[in-house]
Structure formats: structure tokens, C-alpha cells
């Protein structure tokens, strides 16, 4: 290769991550005007909430809906190599970028809010934190680059192993969250109520 292709090649790459960038600043700014609060109503920032019914809950930088976000990445990334195959890596996380972004955009709406709040046992869900949300968008781009270099199956085992995980430890996890988001199960949302 020389040296014109390998500078090419270089800003080619420079040029989709910085669309990829632009996307997670036009979410957060988005969410913003949206009227999303910036960091939990609290005040302050955790690593870590523990809490699944409680109002930190989707308000600081990770909980346990973050498995669910990495696992977005792990699908991101395979839907990205079958249909940006031979593309670079920088166009297919865009592509895993504006899907994530579009959906933490979604989520964060009256509607969905409201479909949270009426079909799950999200009953004092009202949206992310602005922190929350873009940590969950990083928590995809996580997802992903360790599909790019993990086996297949190393990825589906961690993946399979997060659902049940989390679906032990709280009674919720992506699946679950779904399925009851798209086809509200009352069996599921008894179960889920620990009732």
C-alpha cells in the first residue's frame, strides 16, 4: 500500500468516526430538548445502581439494563457484517450507532414511557437520564467492538449468560423486556412483580 492510499485510508476511517461521534452529541442534544433530565434527579453520579424499582434506577452510568445494551452491540455488530460486508468497521458502528441512538431517542418519549409504565412492572419508569442513555449507547459500541474480535460463540454464550443472569437477579432482561414492551404477557408481569 502507499503512502496516498494508507493517508486516504486514514481519513476515510477519521471521516465515519466522527459521524459516529456526531450521532451520540445529536442523541444527547436531542434528549436534552426533549426535556431529559442530565444526571439523576439526586444530584450526583454512581458507577453502579443496584436498584431495579427504585428512582436511580436508568438515572447513572450503568445498571443492571446494561447487559441488555452490550447485547445490542453483539446484535448490532452481526447485522452490520451481513448487510455492510466489505465496509469499514467505522460505517458499520455508525450503522449500530443510529439504530441505538434512534431507539434510546424512542424510549425516552411519552410513548414509550407510557407503554413501560402500563404493560410492565416499570411502574415508576419515567425515561433515562441524558448520563444514563449515552452510557448506554457506549455500552452498545462496548458490545460491539468485543463482537469484531470475539469467537461467535464466546459471544453468544456471554450474551445467553446475560439474559439468564439478569433474568434470575432481577426478572427482567432484553428478552423479557420485548416481549412484554411488544406483547404484554400478564403471566410474565406477575412473575416479574415477584407476586
Request: charged letters at 15%; aromatic letters at 14%; hydrophobic letters at 50%.
Amino acid at each position: 500500500m502507499s503512502a496516498a492510499e494508507a493517508e486516504y485510508r486514514v481519513r476515510h476511517q477519521t471521516f465515519w468516526f466522527a459521524a459516529c461521534l456526531a450521532v451520540l452529541i445529536i442523541q444527547i442534544a436531542a434528549e436534552y430538548m426533549m426535556g431529559r433530565v442530565p444526571i439523576c434527579a439526586c444530584g450526583y453520579v454512581k458507577l453502579w445502581e443496584g436498584g431495579v424499582n427504585t428512582s436511580g434506577n436508568s438515572q447513572h452510568l450503568s445498571d443492571w439494563y446494561t447487559p441488555s445494551h452490550i447485547i445490542h452491540g453483539f446484535l448490532f455488530y452481526g447485522l452490520a457484517h451481513l448487510i455492510l460486508r466489505g465496509k469499514p468497521l467505522a460505517a458499520r458502528l455508525l450503522l449500530a450507532l443510529v439504530i441505538e441512538s434512534g431507539w434510546e431517542l424512542l424510549e425516552n418519549s411519552p410513548l414509550i414511557i407510557d407503554r413501560y409504565r402500563t404493560a410492565t412492572i416499570a411502574l415508576d419508569y419515567y425515561g433515562d437520564s441524558i448520563l444514563n442513555s449515552a452510557m448506554d449507547t457506549v455500552f452498545m459500541c462496548i458490545g460491539f467492538f468485543f463482537a469484531r474480535r470475539a469467537p461467535v460463540a464466546l459471544t453468544v454464550a456471554i450474551a445467553i449468560f446475560f439474559e439468564i443472569f439478569t433474568g434470575y437477579m432481577i426478572r427482567d432482561n432484553l428478552t423479557l423486556n420485548v416481549v412484554m414492551l411488544i406483547w404484554p404477557v400478564e403471566a410474565i408481569k406477575v412473575w416479574q412483580s415477584g407476586l
